[in-house]
């Protein structure tokens, strides 16, 4: 099992930047697929930027460019660096971990979530 704690989620202005961080309760360099999602109000959960225990990464187009994950295995962390920010960025900001069993469905974990909001 794997506890996700996101931080890092403030009010911005647009074309500011944020760091969010996720730090998983266990070793993660098993771990498959770790990634941020976020959902808008009235909206549903979107993907927003993946990386693989490769460092194979996979992201929304809305984000390119903008946005960028990364993962350190040694301090069980994933961060979201994004910059030049938004008003439509504005969601909360959830870390998912994918974790794969041979012969069986993937688990799937997911944070609490942190609130990017993002002013005009």
């Known amino acids: 099992q794997v506890q996700l704690v996101e931080s890092g989620g403030a009010l911005v202005q647009a074309g500011g930047s944020l760091r969010l961080s996720c730090a998983a309760s266990?070793?993660?360099?098993?771990?498959?697929?770790m990634g941020w999602y976020r959902q808008a109000p009235t909206k549903g959960r979107d993907m927003v930027e993946t990386?693989?225990?490769?460092?194979?990464?996979t992201y929304a187009d809305s984000v390119k460019g903008r946005f960028t994950i990364s993962r350190d295995n040694a301090k069980n962390m994933v961060y979201l660096e994004m910059n030049s920010l938004q008003p439509e960025d504005t969601a909360v900001y959830y870390c998912?971990?994918?974790?794969?069993?041979?012969?069986?469905?993937?688990?799937?974990?997911w944070g609490q979530g942190t609130q990017v909001t993002v002013s005009s």
């Open positions: 998912n971990a994918v974790v794969t069993r041979p012969g069986l469905f993937p688990l799937d974990y």
């Open positions: 266990r070793n993660i360099f098993s771990i498959n697929v």
């Open positions: 990386i693989t225990s490769g460092g194979t990464t």
